[in-house]
DNA sequence: AACGCAATAT
DNA sequence: CATATTGCGT
C-alpha cells in the first residue's frame, strides 16, 4: 500500500529550482486587529531573510515602502468586525499580572476583537500540507507547522484544528485504500466513525504521500547560521493573495483542484514546492507591514459588507489567489 | 506551555 | 457547513 513515498521524495528534490528562484514568500493574512492595534507605519519591511539576487542578475533594491497593510479598498481599513458584543470587559481592569503576551503597554482592541474566520483555501491549504509533509509527522506540530507556512496572521490554533482534521482525513484515507474512496462515506464497513468533516479542502490539491512516515527535518538547505529549522526551499511562483471579509461564502465553492488523493494513490505530477520563510518568532516588533518580497507581491484586500444573506452577519477573512499557484 | 483529540459551539 | 473553542488527558 504505501511504498512510493521515497520516490516522490526525490523527485522533489531533483526538481529544486536553481537558487535564482530562491525567494522568500510571505504573506500577510491581515489581521485587522493587529493592523489597527498597531497604528502601523509605513515600515519597509525588515525581511530579516537573507534573500538576495532577483530573478535576473541585478539586485532590484525593493526599498518599496510598501504601505502598510492598511486596506486601502473600503472601510478605510477598519474592519468592520463584529457589529457590537459588549464583551468589551477587561479594560479597566488591568490585569495585575500575566495578560497580554503580544503588544506592549499601548492598549489594543487585539486582545478582545474577535478574528474573522480563516478560510482555508486551496493555496492556503497546500502551503499547509508542503509545511507539514516538508516537517515530517513527528515535527509537524502547530506551532512549528505556523512557522514554516509563515503566514502573517496565522495563528496556532488556526493550524491546530485544521491539523486536527488533517489527521483525520490522513487516517480516514489510509482505512480505505480500496473502498469507494470518496463516495462511501458513512459507513464503510469497518467501524470506524466516518467524519462528514474533512474532505473537499484536503482533496483539492496534491495531496502528499500518505505521510512521510520517515522523521526528522528533511535534510535541505538549512540556515548554517541560525541551524533553525527555517527551511530554506524554493517558489516558483508565488502566491498573490488577496483578502477579503466576506459573509460567508467560500471562494470557488469548494472544488476545482484534482482529488487524485481521494483515489488512494497520488498522481505523480509535478511537485512545485513552496518556500518557508523564516519563522516569525516572538516578533517583538510589530512586522505586519506589507510585505512584497520580491517582486509582483501585493496584496489587495476586499471587503464586502454583510447584507442579509440569511445569516445575519458572519464575517470571514479569506485570502485567495489572485492568479494561479 | 504545547500537544492531541473529542465534543461542542458558532 | 467550515472553523473555532473548549475540556481534559498527556
Request: aromatic share 6%.
Amino acid at each position: 500500500m504505501i511504498e512510493e513515498d521515497a520516490s516522490w521524495f526525490s523527485k522533489w528534490e531533483e526538481q529544486l529550482p536553481s537558487p535564482d528562484d530562491l525567494m522568500p514568500i510571505s504573506q500577510s493574512l491581515i489581521t485587522p486587529d493587529l493592523a489597527l492595534a498597531f497604528d502601523i507605519k509605513p515600515q519597509t519591511f525588515p525581511s530579516p531573510s537573507q534573500n538576495h539576487h532577483g530573478p535576473g542578475h541585478g539586485h532590484l533594491r525593493r526599498d518599496v515602502q510598501v504601505p502598510p497593510i492598511r486596506v486601502p479598498s473600503l472601510n478605510n481599513g477598519i474592519f468592520p468586525l463584529y457589529s457590537h458584543n459588549s464583551s468589551e470587559f477587561p479594560d479597566s481592569s488591568d490585569l495585575g499580572g500575566s495578560g497580554t503576551p503580544r503588544s506592549g503597554p499601548s492598549d489594543e482592541p487585539a486582545r478582545t476583537l474577535k478574528r474573522p474566520r480563516l478560510v482555508w483555501t486551496p493555496q492556503l491549504h497546500k502551503r499547509f500540507v508542503d509545511a507539514v509533509a516538508h516537517l515530517g509527522i513527528k515535527n509537524a506540530v502547530p506551532k512549528t507547522i505556523m512557522q514554516l507556512m509563515s503566514v502573517d496572521g496565522l495563528t496556532r490554533e488556526n493550524v491546530a484544528s485544521h491539523l486536527q482534521k488533517y489527521r483525520l482525513y490522513l487516517k480516514r484515507m489510509q482505512g480505505l485504500s480500496s473502498s469507494g474512496g470518496k463516495g462511501a462515506l458513512g459507513i464503510n464497513g469497518g467501524g470506524m466513525v466516518v467524519d462528514p468533516t474533512t474532505d473537499h479542502l484536503f482533496a483539492t490539491g496534491p495531496v502528499p504521500p500518505h505521510f512521510l512516515p520517515f522523521a526528522s527535518v528533511t535534510p535541505m538547505h538549512q540556515h548554517p547560521e541560525t541551524g533553525g529549522v527555517e527551511a530554506v526551499v524554493h517558489s516558483q511562483m508565488q502566491m498573490q493573495m488577496q483578502v477579503q471579509m466576506n459573509n460567508c461564502r467560500q471562494v470557488g465553492g469548494g472544488h476545482f483542484g484534482s482529488d487524485a488523493a481521494a483515489n488512494g494513490q497520488y498522481e505523480n505530477r509535478q511537485r512545485r514546492h513552496f518556500l518557508g520563510r523564516e519563522a516569525q518568532q516572538p516578533a517583538p516588533h510589530h512586522s505586519i507591514g506589507g510585505l512584497r518580497i520580491g517582486g509582483i507581491q501585493h496584496f489587495v484586500e476586499d471587503l464586502e459588507p454583510a447584507d442579509g444573506n440569511g445569516d445575519g452577519n458572519r464575517k470571514i477573512l479569506t485570502l485567495f489567489p489572485t492568479g494561479d499557484d
